[in-house]
């Protein structure tokens, strides 16, 4: 080998091991429908929310990077399992029905559903109050199947995010919505233009547990989270994230 040669070859190992390697990148998919959650940052156009700055977090103890793409709601799911993100970081809850299709990380926070009516109705209804009424629930949630169980509603009128649901409360198309109760409370706390307010003494039809999801095939990614996730709450991050934005 020619000196010329060698010093080309010993030049170029050179910049290879002072480079670092670039990151692994990690495609999370999130909903701008889930204030505080998970929504878009108008200033910037750009995802954030609790569940964001905390798989940012994720990632970062991982050496990669989050790569954000706003999915519906309901078809975070389809889009996991399609492989199109890698993993879904939303205010969506563990529950069994979904466990049959993707595999979820150890909880990071608990909340129920609540009521809410239009801010000039000072009832305080209960769900039999509301027997034979139409009544509003973001399509995909646990909370419209539940409702739509009941048997109780002459309508479960389905939306695609609870500002919608909230429109149609003000404006009267509808008697009263539900929602998750962070986020509702979170909306109506930012913006008492919208229009409604939350009915007081309602009791969840049922709470449930926020948590991580990845494809049932990506195991060592779901290993990856549930140990950051502990690191996150041993060190105290993890409750400061949410506390962030109030939840």
Do not use: C, H, W
């Amino acid at each position: 080998m020619s000196m010329k040669r060698f010093a080309s070859l010993a030049f170029g190992l050179a910049i290879a091991f002072a480079t670092p390697a670039l990151a692994d990148s990690v495609k999370v998919g999130v909903t701008t429908t889930g204030v505080p959650f998970t929504f878009v940052d108008t200033s910037s156009q750009a995802p954030t929310g609790a569940m964001v700055d905390l798989a940012k977090a994720i990632a970062a103890d991982n050496g990669m990077d989050a790569e954000f793409q706003v999915v519906a709601f309901s078809a975070l799911i389809p889009a996991l399992s399609s492989g199109k993100i890698d993993l879904i970081s939303a205010g969506m809850f563990a529950t069994d029905e979904r466990k049959k299709v993707v595999d979820f990380s150890t909880p990071v926070y608990a909340y129920g559903d609540a009521m809410f009516v239009a801010a000039d109705d000072a009832n305080n209804y209960t769900i039999d109050d509301l027997k034979g009424a139409t009544v509003g629930a973001q399509i995909g949630t646990t909370f419209a199947d539940n409702l739509q169980a009941l048997g109780t509603f002459g309508e479960v009128k389905l939306y695609d995010s609870i500002a919608d649901i909230m429109r149609d409360v003000k404006l009267g198309r509808i008697k009263a919505g539900f929602g998750d109760k962070p986020i509702v409370a979170y909306q109506i706390a930012q913006k008492p233009e919208l229009g409604v307010r939350l009915v007081e003494g309602y009791k969840p039809l049922k709470s449930g547990e926020v948590a991580l999801a990845v494809a049932k095939e990506n195991g060592a990614l779901l290993e990856k989270v549930n140990a950051s996730i502990a690191k996150l709450k041993e060190s105290g991050e993890l409750e400061a994230i949410f506390a962030k934005y109030g939840l």
